[in-house]
């Protein structure tokens, strides 16, 4: 198997820290990709702005890296434009959740077919340190030094009350279940999220005291759990992984060839 | 054979030119005055093939356009001044990526929520410099909605042409109000299409490589050449670069393809300009009455002249200059606190001669109130 086609080589090396899960992410991603036999010509790759959004720049897709937060909005429009391209967005937490909110909950509820992969380090990396919504309550950063009041996102919870027809959430501890999570997402017709917990140890583990790559990955390893596991039951704090919400819904593009189709039948009915 | 004689909104006549200029995809969210343009589209477009969509927001209908551009397609949005702020930043982006786009702001009352129902021009300056940064833009408007129609086609061409935003600054006035035009027939005005690379697949294709007459051909996502497109300064692969021979070398580009080409971006209507001693300046619905003004004072002899500007940016200094610098007086007729006279007065040698008259209540100017003003200038009283 060669990942390296994939990859836009002379754009290396990339710009993310030593220890940062991204580029596991982009190793999943791509792999994902490989099993799916896709061609590069029809996968879109949208992003924003943040250390997740550099991910675009070094794939050999279509990639477009647009502003902070506004990456499903310009999906949007390409997937509605050419509705045969498969269209994966890449974004941190900051720039998915609270910047770009309103478009993710929006994308859900359309449910249109493009996958939202959400990098989720708990921080803002690119600006040195600065709490998400995905922080959470205690969590220190550069702008909660005394520790962070703002309560977090549960994104599996949100991405389905929103409307998302798939949901799910892994770590890039657990690579296999990654790969299988992504590739299970891009197959969805209709608006997939995967969220994905990647270590930033320059800034969320340094500031919480959280040790390097290895201890932030142990982590996961240790505070994670398999959806609906009796682990889960002895001890609630554990985040679970796996999919949460996986259902057939009428797909945005699907609906809107029916407003075509509509539009032309009338049409040919009545000629001005 | 003339084309069919209508009667309808400006807003109407503008969807008309959209349409005859190719238009295939339009996002929107609904904002007075401006929201006929996305209610006839949503109807227009699906009858044709083509793909509306009502986005969450004015910043995310910006970022849909984008977006379809990209995928080859001939894109519109349409809003109004609160809209048009929230705009800004994706309208940047297609300054910086060179993304084909056309979008209409049909000016209200501000600033914030000010007047939604009522007229204004208050939004010139704001098409010029609203998004950050050190750019280049083309706004267009017209006053009639013959002008409407041609103008919109014109925003197309010019999008194409110059691979860049183009936004059509309108005003409620002619966007409501409802007059005759005559629908030009297929073939009758020029249309240009997306420029499209001849580079084959599998051959190294630079996105952002001019060519020797300064056009950049494009490959349409989807397509048989893959490239990264950024809001970040970037190479000729569209890849992200703090090279400051290249940083300088972009934003001398995307100024200079069209500050460089003013001449051919210009378009205004010159009404009885050679002989004038006072010549009134105007656009948009202002224009009408400023015409009327002058139209009167010629049949009592008075040698008057209305230059009606259609190019606003880049501000045809030359060409406004050649036209009235001979006029013992001119008058910037706008409906704000004088936009377009500053430029007027940096074309002039002697710019203590340009007056303004303006109205800032929200109330369309009329010929009377034009007259009123020009005989305090004159000293003549009220």
């Known amino acids: ?272 | 054979m003339p084309g069919a004689v209508r009667f309808m909104q400006g807003n109407e006549a503008c969807v008309e030119g959209a349409l005859y200029a190719g238009l295939e995809f339009f996002a929107g969210y609904p904002i007075t005055p401006s929201s006929e343009i996305a209610e006839q589209l949503s109807y227009r477009l699906p009858r044709q093939g083509g793909r509306f969509i009502q986005m969450e927001d004015e910043i995310a209908s910006m970022c849909a356009i984008i977006g379809a551009s990209l995928t080859g397609r001939k894109v519109l949005t349409a809003t109004s001044g609160p809209g048009f702020s929230l705009m800004q930043e994706a309208l940047g982006f297609a300054v910086m990526a060179e993304i084909p786009c056309v979008i209409v702001n049909v000016q209200r009352g501000g600033p914030s929520t000010g007047l939604p129902t009522h007229m204004s021009q208050g939004d010139v300056n704001q098409a010029r410099w609203g998004t950050h940064g050190d750019h280049a833009i083309i706004a267009l408007t017209a006053s009639n909605h013959q002008d409407v129609f041609a103008i919109t086609v014109e925003a197309f061409n010019m999008a194409e042409t110059f691979r860049t935003p183009v936004v059509l600054l309108f005003d409620e006035v002619v966007g409501h109000m409802r007059e005759r035009i005559i629908l030009p027939q297929p073939g009758e005005l020029a249309l240009v299409e997306r420029l499209r690379t001849s580079v084959p697949g599998g051959v190294d294709y630079h996105p952002y490589l001019p060519r020797e007459d300064g056009r950049l051909p494009m490959s349409d996502f989807g397509g048989v050449h893959r490239y990264n497109v950024t809001g970040l300064y970037h190479d000729m692969w569209g890849f992200p670069s703090e090279n400051p021979k290249v940083v300088h070398g972009l934003i001398r580009h995307l100024v200079d393809k069209i500050e460089s080409n003013v001449d051919n971006i210009a378009r205004y209507k010159a009404y009885y300009i050679d002989d004038a001693r006072t010549v009134l300046v105007s656009y948009g619905a202002s224009a009408r009455s400023a015409l009327h003004v002058v139209e009167s004072a010629r049949r009592k002899g008075q040698k008057f002249g209305l230059l009606e500007l259609q190019t606003l940016w880049p501000f045809p200094h030359d060409i406004v200059g050649e036209a009235v610098g001979r006029a013992k007086r001119v008058i910037v007729v706008e409906m704000n606190m004088g936009h377009i006279l500053h430029e007027v007065r940096k074309a002039l040698t002697n710019p203590s001669n340009v007056f303004l008259v303006n109205r800032l209540d929200g109330v369309f100017i009329t010929p009377t109130d034009i007259r009123q003003a020009l005989r305090l200038i004159e000293g003549k009283g009220i």
Not at chain 1, 179 to 187: K, V
Request: aromatic share 8%; with cysteine; glycine share 10%.
């Open chain 1, 1 to 272: 198997m060669s990942i390296h086609k994939y990859l836009r080589e002379r754009f290396f090396p990339h710009i993310w820290c030593a220890g940062c899960g991204h580029g596991t992410v982009l190793n999943g991603l791509i792999r994902a990709i490989e099993s799916l036999g896709l061609s590069r010509n029809e996968i879109v790759m949208v992003s924003g702005i943040g250390c997740s959004s550099r991910i675009t720049g070094y794939l050999d897709f279509h990639t477009l890296h647009t502003l902070h937060g506004r990456a499903l909005a310009f999906a949007t429009g390409i997937k509605l434009s050419k509705p045969e391209l498969n269209v994966i967005v890449p974004m941190g937490d900051g720039d998915a959740l609270a910047i770009g909110g309103n478009h993710f909950i929006h994308a859900a509820r359309r449910n249109i077919a493009m996958t939202a992969l959400v990098m989720n380090n708990r921080i803002y990396g690119m600006t040195g340190g600065q709490f998400s919504p995905l922080s959470g309550c205690g969590m220190t950063a550069t702008t909660a030094p005394y520790a962070n009041i703002d309560p977090d996102f549960d994104v599996a919870a949100l991405a389905t009350a929103a409307g998302a027809s798939f949901v799910a959430r892994t770590t890039t501890f657990h690579v296999k279940e990654m790969i299988d999570l992504i590739r299970q997402a891009i197959l969805h017709d209709g608006f997939s999220v995967v969220e994905i917990l990647s270590q930033c140890p320059t800034y969320f583990g340094r500031k919480n005291k959280m040790g390097g790559a290895v201890e932030m990955l142990n982590w996961y390893k240790e505070r994670t759990t398999p959806l609906g596991s009796k682990a889960k039951q002895n001890d609630p704090s554990l985040i679970e992984r796996g999919i949460f919400m996986q259902v057939d819904k009428p797909e945005y593009c699907s609906q809107y060839e029916k407003i075509l189709q509509k539009a032309q039948s009338a049409n040919s009915q009545t000629k001005e």
